[in-house]
């Protein structure tokens, strides 16, 4: 039998790849860039770009005659921002967000640190379920569900009548800055709210880093005669934190940036999010709220600094 040739187009094909792939594999940098270019171009133009287009505003002149924007430039958007009503916003926000980011640690760090020494195979299944189940649900449905919930005659008014507690519940509410006619209408109840949809974003970040800290560790502590709180304190906390400090950047910002919560729970009063929304989709003045947008980022970055500084990122 005669030996069949292959096509030339085929055979040039199967070279020029031939040739490709030798090229890729001598130059790893060009192969690197290549890989590197889709990614880098959607997050330097499309994110990056929108952000600094969005922040190109907020040195713009809004008239408040026209109800429009002009070119020209200005800073008094900035200066605004310490107006007393403008700066009781950012206070407010970011008050909140500190709350719900010390909170989450408090109620957070317990179950991720049972989760990784002490959780059987099963348990800890469990509890990734569980953690993770309301994030697949709606946002929108767990924030309105909540507002049942904390309503006078919800199901927390209930079980705490069923408990007799409904006293203490009326005198912590009764607390200036932290309470409110009911749950619903009270910065507890939104504090609540808060922690409740921003938690698992701290809880698995912190699991991740305690299962990275070799249990001989916290065994040696306590054979060398350290108190529980000692090993915590000195050897613990400082190989998970980290951790902490990775998913308390998503409970700040998360809570510095929300528009919704602030609407749905809690008393009047705008948060960063709220106003960022009110003054760009109701007002239309989109150089104010571009302005209001440096906030949440001036402080995210001041955060990072510190956490940096702190040698956070180092063990990540």
Same mark, same amino acid.
């Not at 997050?43 to 922040?55: D, R």
């Not at 760090?109 to 569980?130: D, L, N, Q, R, S």
């Not at 613990?236 to 729970?265: E, H, M, N, Q, R």
């Given at each position: 039998?005669?030996?069949?040739?292959?096509?030339?187009?085929?055979?040039?094909?199967?070279?020029?790849?031939? @040739?490709?792939?030798?090229?890729?594999?001598?130059?790893?940098?060009?192969?690197?860039?290549?890989?590197?270019?889709?990614?880098?171009?959607?997050?330097?133009?499309?994110? =990056?770009?929108?952000? +600094?287009?969005?922040?190109?505003? !907020?040195?713009?002149?809004?008239?408040? #005659?026209? #109800?429009?924007?002009?070119?020209?430039?200005?800073?008094?958007?900035?200066?605004?921002?310490?107006?007393?009503? /403008?700066?009781?916003?950012?206070? @407010?926000?970011?008050?909140?967000? *500190?709350?719900?980011?010390?909170?989450?640690?408090?109620?957070?760090?317990?179950?991720?640190?049972?989760?990784?020494?002490?959780?059987?195979?099963?348990?800890?299944?469990?509890?990734?379920? &569980? $953690?993770?189940?309301? #994030?697949?649900?709606?946002? =929108? $449905?767990?924030?309105?569900?909540?507002?049942?919930?904390?309503?006078?005659? &919800?199901?927390?008014?209930?079980?705490?009548?069923?408990?007799?507690?409904?006293?203490?519940?009326?005198?912590?509410?009764?607390?200036?800055? =932290?309470?409110?006619?009911?749950?619903?209408?009270? /910065?507890?109840?939104?504090?609540?709210?808060?922690?409740?949809?921003?938690?698992?974003?701290?809880? +698995?970040? *912190?699991?991740?880093?305690?299962?990275?800290?070799? &249990? /001989?560790?916290?065994?040696?502590?306590?054979?060398?005669?350290?108190?529980?709180?000692?090993?915590? @304190?000195?050897?613990?906390?400082?190989?998970?934190?980290?951790?902490?400090?990775?998913?308390?950047?998503?409970?700040?910002?998360?809570?510095?940036?929300?528009?919704?919560?602030?609407?749905?729970?809690?008393? !009047? &009063?705008?948060? =960063?999010?709220?106003? $960022?929304?009110?003054?760009?989709?109701?007002?239309? /003045?989109?150089?104010?709220?571009?302005?209001?947008?440096?906030?949440?980022?001036?402080?995210?970055?001041?955060?990072?600094?510190?956490?940096?500084? +702190?040698?956070?990122?180092?063990? +990540?």
């Amino acid at each position: 039998m005669h030996d069949m040739a292959l096509p030339p187009l085929v055979t040039q094909d199967h070279s020029l790849r031939r @040739r490709i792939s030798n090229v890729l594999y001598q130059r790893r940098t060009l192969t690197l860039f290549l890989v590197l270019v889709p990614p880098l171009l959607w997050f330097g133009v499309v994110y =990056i770009g929108s952000l +600094l287009m969005l922040l190109s505003q !907020s040195v713009l002149t809004f008239d408040d #005659m026209s #109800m429009s924007v002009t070119r020209d430039f200005t800073l008094q958007n900035f200066a605004q921002l310490l107006e007393p009503a /403008n700066y009781d916003i950012a206070l @407010r926000t970011t008050t909140m967000a *500190i709350a719900v980011t010390l909170g989450c640690v408090l109620i957070g760090f317990p179950m991720a640190y049972y989760m990784a020494h002490f959780a059987t195979p099963v348990e800890k299944g469990f509890f990734y379920v &569980g $953690v993770m189940l309301p #994030m697949w649900a709606s946002y =929108i $449905v767990k924030a309105y569900a909540w507002t049942v919930l904390l309503a006078k005659g &919800g199901v927390i008014y209930w079980v705490l009548d069923k408990l007799a507690l409904v006293g203490v519940l009326e005198a912590v509410l009764a607390v200036p800055h =932290i309470g409110g006619d009911t749950l619903a209408t009270s /910065n507890l109840g939104r504090f609540l709210v808060f922690t409740y949809i921003w938690l698992p974003f701290m809880i +698995l970040p *912190i699991q991740a880093a305690i299962e990275r800290v070799p &249990g /001989n560790l916290l065994l040696a502590s306590a054979d060398l005669g350290a108190h529980p709180w000692q090993t915590f @304190r000195t050897v613990l906390w400082p190989l998970a934190f980290p951790g902490v400090v990775a998913g308390s950047i998503f409970t700040f910002s998360l809570t510095l940036g929300d528009y919704i919560i602030p609407k749905l729970v809690g008393p !009047s &009063g705008e948060y =960063i999010g709220s106003m $960022v929304y009110t003054l760009q989709g109701t007002i239309g /003045n989109m150089p104010l709220a571009a302005a209001f947008t440096c906030v949440p980022i001036v402080l995210i970055t001041l955060y990072l600094s510190m956490a940096r500084r +702190l040698g956070a990122f180092d063990a +990540l």
